[in-house]
């Protein structure tokens, strides 16, 4: 890997955005992802390399740091941040497709649930790792789902959900989606989510963290 491809990985990593970004203190000061990811353009670096060689890596590394709870939320979401601000300049890459995405993910926190802080996490993990991510946001009907599936065709969708009430709604989901679109893989997650719950239902996945629905998908497309 070339030096700036490692750097950007790293500042990734340890969520640091830019130069002006305080975080992490030991890095005040230095370039960080922002600039670094303009730098390596610059310098005619293949953009799919930034995004797979780059980018991916140091949300690959969080994410494995997360699931083993070496970090924590805020350290992932200033991770997703950095991440979020170097994909802005390759943005146009994707639009031009230059640069092609690995697949399309639509995920929803399910009907009757307002949490997103886990389903927003799982958002920006998928959408680190190279995926165009559909954020239908929360309490999100089978309709919508649907809805959203026909209008990406060929994606695949995540179901989230906080309470054992609303999990439930899991089922209903699920069981339209199929009827819609057979093919589609659904894959669930949330506090009071198992791997019995999943084969209760019959959801295609399921993970505890975010890095195994990351690994479930880029899986699909290897």
């Known amino acids: 890997m070339s030096e700036i491809l490692e750097k950007i990985a790293y500042c990734v990593e340890f969520g640091k955005i830019n130069q002006q970004s305080p975080y992490p203190p030991d890095m005040k000061g230095q370039l960080g992802a922002d600039e ?3 730098e390596a353009l610059d310098t005619g670096l ?8 780059g980018l991916v890596i ?3 590394r969080i994410g494995i740091k997360f699931r083993e709870n070496k970090v924590f939320v805020p350290q992932v979401l ?20 230059d640069v092609k995405r690995s697949g399309i993910f639509i995920i929803g926190t399910v009907a009757g649930d307002l949490h997103d ?3 927003n996490l799982v958002s920006m993990m998928v959408e680190g790792n190279g995926w165009e991510v ?8 089978a309709d919508k789902f649907v809805n959203a599936i026909k209008d990406n065709p060929g994606s695949h969708v995540g ?3 906080l309470l054992t009430t609303t999990m439930i709604n899991m089922e209903h989901i699920l069981k339209e989606v199929k009827a819609a679109s057979p093919e589609t893989r659904v894959l669930i997650g949330g506090a009071p989510v198992s791997e019995d ?3 209760k239902i019959g959801a295609d996945f399921y993970s505890p963290d975010p890095q195994g629905a990351v690994e479930y998908l880029n899986s699909l497309v290897a």
């Open 46 to 53: 293949a953009p799919e390399d930034i995004l797979k060689k």
């Open 117 to 119: 802080i886990g389903k």
């Open 36 to 38: 670094l990811t303009k």
């Open 197 to 199: 719950f999943k084969n």
């Open 134 to 141: 559909v954020d239908l946001g929360t309490d999100v009907s």
């Open 78 to 97: 200033m991770s997703a941040k950095a991440m979020s601000t170097a994909i802005e300049h390759l943005k146009p890459f994707f639009q031009s497709g």
């Open 159 to 161: 179901l989230s959900a």
């Open 58 to 60: 140091g949300m690959e």
